[in-house]
């Protein structure tokens, strides 16, 4: 095997990352994870969204034979720790302050994308080659006397099984999710709420259209430009109020638009002469509806939840979808229906005295964690069931 550090995603053809990133959709079908598709990532480059100057400057990174590449990995140089959704600016301030240099970092992931997915995309016929991205990957990070080596949102089977093979540190956070149970109809789900909260989620539904706004869920051919002209206006003002600086250029809808526009929701709300006031974009996968943004120019009571959680959830059980992921962060989602699930990452950190410090860190933070989730979902919105039921 022989491992090559690509300059873009430009630098390997679509067919053959999507081949390991998404087999599955080999056959033209939706692929279980839009974010690691060669399309997406490529979207970000293209944009200006990722590279100079940005703080994401892609090297992925492919391990391959003579015949054919066996796994790929998103590769980014990261300069700061912002867009990642998995905190660690308290560990490069303390190291900092110690005399070390935390940046530049290596990062497996998906730039602003905080959905659990693979980040080792190996063969099915090659797994081996997975180990071999892990140890390529931390030889970089040795090699050029990098602090650290961070793969964020991995799958569970990922974190189990990687961190005890290469010494990588298991972090354990969490988001909320809401899970189909089989409904039929938004009513089916309300069913197994408690009386309380059903009638919270009702009055709040109903608070959201008393403005007299016209919901309406676009995807492919039926978004148009003033669709994104007008989402990019919500976009840049959620941005400036969170965090400063929206981490998307205007160009990333257009790039996105023109290659993944059936893997896309736009949720808008108009007034009556149809100008959108409000609007929340969406990522579909196979199993999986994925909320990432969401803005508005006027501000009307519920629309958010509206928009963001109780949309989704309608449309999932029409299209028969298992899972909506609602983004980082956010406990207020749990009465609206979406439970805390573990979300997972890996750490390499290259300094003996950081590394311990961070392990016990994890260790705490983790058992916290457990008794957070454990917690939350005793006190979630479903109604108990009984013998009688």
Not at 46 to 64: E, F, K, N, V
Request: with cysteine.
């Amino acid at each position: 095997m022989k491992t090559d550090l690509l300059e873009n995603l430009a630098a390997i053809p679509a067919a053959d990352w999507d081949a390991l990133a998404c087999p599955e959709s080999a056959d033209g079908s939706r692929p279980v994870d839009p974010f690691t598709t060669h399309r997406f990532l490529a979207a970000l480059e293209t944009s200006r969204s990722t590279g100079t100057g940005t703080g994401w400057q892609a090297r992925p990174l492919m391990i391959r034979d003579d015949h054919r590449p066996l796994a790929v990995a998103p590769l980014y140089v990261k300069t700061h720790s912002q867009g990642e959704y998995i905190f660690d600016h308290g560990w490069a301030q303390a190291y900092e302050r110690a005399g070390g240099r935390y940046y530049p970092k290596l990062q497996i992931a998906v730039p602003f994308t905080p959905a659990t997915g693979r980040r080792l995309l190996a063969a099915p016929d090659a797994p081996h080659a997975r180990d071999a991205l892990i140890e390529s990957a931390i030889g970089l990070a040795h090699g050029n006397q990098l602090s650290s080596l961070h793969i964020t949102f991995c799958t569970g089977d990922e974190a189990e099984t990687l961190s005890a093979r290469h010494g990588l540190l298991h972090r354990v956070t969490q988001q909320f999710h809401w899970e189909n149970r089989g409904y039929a109809t938004f009513g089916d789900f309300l069913s197994d709420l408690s009386s309380r909260k059903r009638k919270m989620i009702r009055k709040e539904r109903e608070t959201a259209r008393a403005a007299g706004l016209t919901i309406r869920h676009l995807t492919g051919d039926a978004i148009e430009p003033r669709h994104w002209d007008a989402f990019w206006t919500f976009y840049q003002d959620t941005g400036a109020r969170k965090w400063g600086t929206p981490y998307l250029t205007r160009r990333f809808f257009t790039e996105a638009h023109a290659t993944m526009r059936r893997d896309m929701l736009l949720v808008l709300a108009e007034r009556p002469d149809g100008t959108p006031v409000a609007g929340a974009l969406n990522f579909i996968g196979r199993d999986t509806l994925f909320g990432r943004y969401w803005g508005c120019t006027e501000d009307h009571p519920c629309l958010h939840f509206e928009l963001c959680y109780y949309q989704a959830i309608d449309w999932a059980i029409a299209h028969r979808l298992p899972r909506v992921e609602a983004g980082a962060q956010g406990e207020h989602k749990l009465a609206r229906g979406y439970l805390p699930t573990p979300v997972h990452s890996l750490h390499y950190i290259t300094d003996p005295g950081l590394r311990d410090a961070v392990a016990r860190y994890l260790q705490a933070e983790r058992r916290a964690v457990d008794e957070e989730i454990e917690v939350l979902t005793a006190y979630g919105p479903f109604r108990r069931v009984t013998a009688e039921d």
